[in-house]
């Protein structure tokens, strides 16, 4: 007998403030033509005064629960994915436990930056398989927004708020790649990378701190970086490219997306691309991708998928499931 965490719901929120690129035009040296040529980006959604992490993680994940036709007490365990935690504790996960009404079971934050979610999702598979929890609510949610240094171009123009959840449950599977679930992980990290791409700010500092990046130098790594996780991810599990109905990358900037594709020797057709439309979310781009891929129709049940991220750490993971 082989468990799977299987997806049951998938829901996402995106806070209702859009801005287009062409605002950036009136503060800084910047054009719309310049954020679309070289990231993708047309719009992102930021959070608005009253909005949280916390508060956008719960809209999402109960929009999970609900096509899952699942209550909060139904869930053993909450993972949240973040790195923009609405306090520097509790988690953003035991304030979403709350705000959810879930009484029992555990919750906590996972911190891998951009590839936050894929950790978040192969640890899930971890208690699941264990047999320490059945039905886990996965999250990821971000407020860049505040983490932003609204003079410096090179960044500010790239990031967006959001948030977006899973409900996995076990379900006994076959030991095929016919089988629904998680069907392979594959986690890595390299801290002697830190410098390109960190906040400025912490616990150490007395302050919060401001994204820093070198745009140019994490973008070498994450072509071949996330090309070969998704390769050892699919070995891991047994498929190849042909195999594959769909790739939901992190959204950072299309022509990563486009490369790691080319890479793999996979089609943009069977992308989900949502950067033109929430920009680079961290944790929450994959999950709000599969959401707005499973809205649109693109991502149904039996497809297999694979995602993948990298992000500060640096960090970068893959994980490959049949939907
Ligand atoms: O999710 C976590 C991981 N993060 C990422 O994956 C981001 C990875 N990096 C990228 O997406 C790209 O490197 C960027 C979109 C950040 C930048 O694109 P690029 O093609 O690598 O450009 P660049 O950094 O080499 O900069 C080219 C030029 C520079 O000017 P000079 O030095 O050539 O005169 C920048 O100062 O573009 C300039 N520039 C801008 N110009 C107009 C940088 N930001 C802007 C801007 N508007 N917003």
């Known amino acids: 007998m082989t468990i799977r965490a299987v997806v049951k719901g998938v829901g996402h929120y995106l806070p209702t403030r859009v801005v287009e690129n062409a605002e950036f035009e009136a503060s800084l040296e910047t054009t719309d033509a310049w954020i679309r040529a070289r990231s993708g980006i047309e719009r992102r959604h930021f959070a608005s005064d009253g909005e949280t992490t916390s508060s956008m993680a719960t809209e999402a994940a109960q929009k999970a629960l609900d096509m899952a036709g699942l209550g909060a007490s139904d869930i053993d365990a909450l993972i949240l994915a973040t790195s923009t935690a609405d306090f520097t504790f509790?988690?953003?996960?035991?304030?979403?436990?709350?705000?959810?009404?879930?009484?029992?079971?555990?919750?906590?934050?996972?911190?891998?930056?951009?590839?936050?979610?894929?950790?978040?999702?192969?640890?899930?598979?971890?208690?699941i398989l264990s047999g320490q929890a059945r039905r886990v609510l996965v999250i990821g949610a971000e407020t860049f927004s505040r983490i932003m240094d609204w003079t410096d171009r090179s960044t500010c123009v790239l990031f967006g708020d959001g948030a977006g959840a899973l409900v996995l449950e076990a379900e006994e599977g076959h030991g095929s790649t016919e089988d629904r679930g998680i069907l392979s992980t594959d986690?890595?990290?390299?801290?002697?990378?830190?410098?390109?791409?960190?906040?400025?700010?912490?616990?150490?500092?007395?302050?919060?701190?401001?994204?820093?990046?070198?745009?140019?130098?994490?973008?070498?790594?994450?072509?071949?970086?996330?090309?070969?996780?998704?390769?050892?991810?699919?070995?891991?599990?047994?498929?190849?490219?042909a195999d594959v109905d769909w790739v939901v990358p992190h959204q950072a900037n299309i022509r990563i997306i486009q490369g790691t594709a080319k890479k793999l020797?996979?089609?943009?057709?069977?992308?989900?691309?949502?950067?033109?439309?929430?920009?680079?979310?961290?944790?929450?781009?994959?999950?709000?991708?599969?959401?707005?891929?499973?809205?649109?129709?693109?991502?149904?049940?039996?497809?297999?998928?694979?995602?993948?991220?990298?992000?500060?750490?640096?960090?970068?993971?893959?994980?490959?499931l049949r939907w």
């Open 187 to 241: 986690l890595n990290s390299d801290g002697s990378y830190r410098e390109l791409l960190y906040v400025d700010g912490g616990v150490s500092t007395g302050t919060t701190g401001y994204l820093r990046m070198q745009g140019n130098q994490v973008f070498r790594h994450a072509v071949e970086k996330l090309a070969a996780t998704a390769t050892t991810a699919m070995e891991n599990a047994g498929v190849t490219g």
């Open 265 to 320: 020797g996979l089609p943009m057709e069977k992308v989900v691309v949502t950067v033109q439309d929430h920009g680079n979310t961290s944790a929450a781009s994959i999950p709000l991708a599969l959401s707005v891929g499973h809205a649109r129709g693109q991502i149904k049940q039996g497809d297999l998928l694979v995602t993948e991220a990298i992000g500060g750490g640096l960090a970068w993971g893959a994980v490959v």
């Open 90 to 127: 509790p988690s953003a996960a035991t304030m979403v436990q709350a705000q959810l009404g879930m009484k029992n079971g555990f919750a906590f934050d996972i911190q891998a930056v951009c590839a936050g979610f894929v950790f978040a999702l192969a640890n899930a598979n971890a208690l």
